[in-house]
Nanobody, 124 residues
Framework: QVQLIESGGGLVQAAGSLRLSCAAS????????VAWFRQAPGKEREFVAA????????YYANSVKGRFAVSGDNDKNTVYLQMNSLKPDDTAIYYC?????????????????WGQGTQVTVSS
């Protein structure tokens, strides 16, 4: 397993932007599938976006398509989630997840490494 550390969360007004980072330690992301999930209070963890590192393929939930962008930086062994046009419904804890292989699933059970999560709060 790889250790994942998220950063970049915070409080932002609606229509604003944030960029989340997911840094890996222990091994390289190369050849892995890396995803972002989020979980709001009282709700199940849901898929947000994924990529085949460093960016051979990207995948998005319909709710964020056109507003969020996932990318990888091979030099920094880091995956980013750029979030634009944020809405109050985007408020949640955001988690980075990874698995070896080019299989970017949309279910949490598809991934075996998880970060600790970072809070994103969007005010109206």
């Amino acid at each position: 397993q790889v250790q994942l550390i998220e950063s970049g969360g915070g409080l932002v007004q609606a229509a604003g932007s944030l960029r989340l980072s997911c840094a890996a330690s222990g091994r390289t992301f190369y050849g892995s599938s890396v995803a972002w999930f989020r979980q709001a209070p009282g709700k199940e963890r849901e898929f947000v976006a994924a990529l085949i590192y460093p960016g051979d393929g990207t995948y998005y939930a319909n709710s964020v398509k056109g507003r969020f962008a996932v990318s990888g930086d091979n030099d920094k062994n880091t995956v980013y989630l750029q979030m634009n046009s944020l809405k109050p419904d985007d408020t949640a804890i955001y988690y980075c997840a990874a698995r070896e292989g080019r299989f970017p699933g949309r279910r949490p059970s598809s991934y075996d490494s998880w970060g600790q999560g970072t809070q994103v709060t969007v005010s109206s």
